[in-house]
């Protein structure tokens, strides 16, 4: 099987988002049938990235935290319905209820996102202005310690993706394994499938020869070095680790549980952790999404279930995703944010399965998107307009010499020749229309019809 599609909308994506590196593999039948690195680890040295480059796995870490609440379940250690308040002083209870293990590895607590992490990771990296002294779970309780007025929803009933939840695990299972979360991760899960280049200390990341140095990516495309914010967080998105490492995590869950002869947990808790817990508050192309145990779930991708996650820490970023019924999985890592992971990774899943991923939905509207980018007239050019892209919107911006005109439009329908969207001016909604036709493209707009007469200036 050929992946030189992958690759080169790899190094597209790439290019466009000014990512300085890339580690990417693909598992199929427990084992690793292709694996690449794109660009460089280290700009300033000139260093290529390599599969064996170690990044931040941001926010996968949290698939780990729920696989070993899981084995410490099955050991009898703990219940997935016991109180949080049980292990630890914390006392909000959204609508009068009491938050159990299992609320906060579904992130259904019924607490919005308190952005501990958020603010934690841009005090790091100097990307923000707050400072939070929280390097323990005693400094994150003491942050919370008003969160009860905070909340929404009773648990179990709302997704709310909470960084916070994930860190107090890591505290539980400290409780209930008499040991440090990371020297338990590592006895328990990354020694047993001998995941040798995944560490959470500052030492071992930086004294490897092939550690990709972070990057922050300006507003400007500007690539910045930085580091990861070592200590901040923890059981919510510390690990580092390699794809080659990510592959034999991967295979694991492929294997239920059990990979190279090891079995670190019983199908039983491995289906669980892939059964929908909570449903996501949006609903994509691939349709209704939802959270189990530290992995997302969506129900049908090409015809498949697709189970994984994602994760950022600002200066690296991360995916795995794996289908269980085909036993095809993938994981990749970057050194930087830009273009989402996910995207790439459902791209390579495509693929495995035998389906043109440029028929993937985000890749068509990307494209009818970019297309009508450029530099619009009116009639004998009395006026002019640019239109951008925005990520999933475009803008039209006009101009002079004293004012400037920012038009926000929002995608309704895309056709081959006809692409529709709309705007609000003065609270009434907008049709906006391009015309597209093998020669030339025509903006409808309001009372204009503008004309595209080249690429942006």
């Known amino acids: 099987m050929s992946f030189a599609k992958l690759e080169e909308f790899i190094f597209a994506k790439m290019s466009e988002t000014k990512l300085p590196g890339l580690s990417a593999a693909i598992v199929k039948g427990g084992e690793v049938v292709w694996a690449k690195a794109f660009g460089f680890r280290d700009l300033e040295c000139g260093l290529a990235a390599t599969s064996h480059t170690l990044y931040g796995i941001g926010s996968v870490t949290k698939s780990f935290t729920a696989l070993s609440i899981m084995q410490l379940a099955e050991q009898g250690k703990l219940r997935l319905d016991d109180p949080v308040g049980s292990y630890m002083p914390i006392d909000i209870k959204p609508g009068g209820e009491a938050i159990r293990i299992s609320h906060l590895m579904s992130h259904s ?51 709310f993706y909470l ?143 697709l189970v994984g996650h994602g994760g950022s820490v600002l200066v690296a970023t991360a995916y795995i995703g794996f289908i269980p019924e085909q036993g095809v999985g993938i994981a990749l890592l970057a050194n930087g944010s830009g273009y989402l992971l996910s995207q790439l990774g459902m791209y390579g899943l495509a693929i495995l399965l035998e389906k043109d991923p440029e028929s993937l939905p985000f890749v068509q509207m990307e494209k009818a998107l970019t297309e009508l980018v450029g530099t619009y007239e009116t009639y004998r050019g009395t006026m002019k307009a640019q239109v951008k892209r925005m990520g999933d919107f475009l803008t039209i911006e006009i101009k002079d010499k004293y004012s400037d005109l920012t038009v926000p439009l929002v995608p309704e329908a895309i056709e081959e020749n006809t692409r529709t969207f709309f705007t609000l001016e003065s609270g009434i909604k907008l049709p906006v229309e391009f015309r597209v036709n093998k020669v030339e493209i025509d903006l409808i707009y309001e009372r204009y019809r503008l004309r595209r007469t080249g690429k942006l200036l």
């Open 163 to 305: 960084n916070e939840g994930y860190a107090l695990l890591g505290y539980i299972i400290e409780k209930c394994s008499g040991m440090p979360y990371e020297k338990y991760v590592h006895k328990h899960v990354l020694a047993p499938l001998g995941m040798e280049r995944s560490f959470f200390c500052k030492d071992e990341v930086e004294k490897d020869q092939d550690a990709a140095t972070p990057y922050i990516i300006t507003r400007d495309g500007e690539r910045k070095p930085s580091t990861y914010p070592y200590g901040g967080i923890s059981s919510d998105g510390a690990l580092i680790s390699s794809v080659l490492d990510l592959s034999r995590y991967v295979a694991m869950y492929l294997g239920w549980g059990e990979h190279g002869g090891v079995r670190l947990l019983s199908r039983k808790s491995v289906e669980a952790m892939e059964t929908p817990q909570v449903a996501l508050p949006y609903q994509g192309p691939f349709g209704k999404g939802s959270y189990g145990y530290g992995l997302s779930i969506t129900p049908d991708f090409l015809g498949h279930k």
């Open 109 to 159: 607590s019924g607490i919005p996102a308190l952005a501990y992490a958020e603010a934690v990771i841009r005090g790091a990296t100097g990307a923000g202005e707050n400072w939070f002294p929280i390097a323990s779970c005693a400094d994150l309780l003491t942050f919370m310690a008003d969160a009860q007025g905070w909340t929404l929803t009773r648990p179990g009933e709302r997704w």
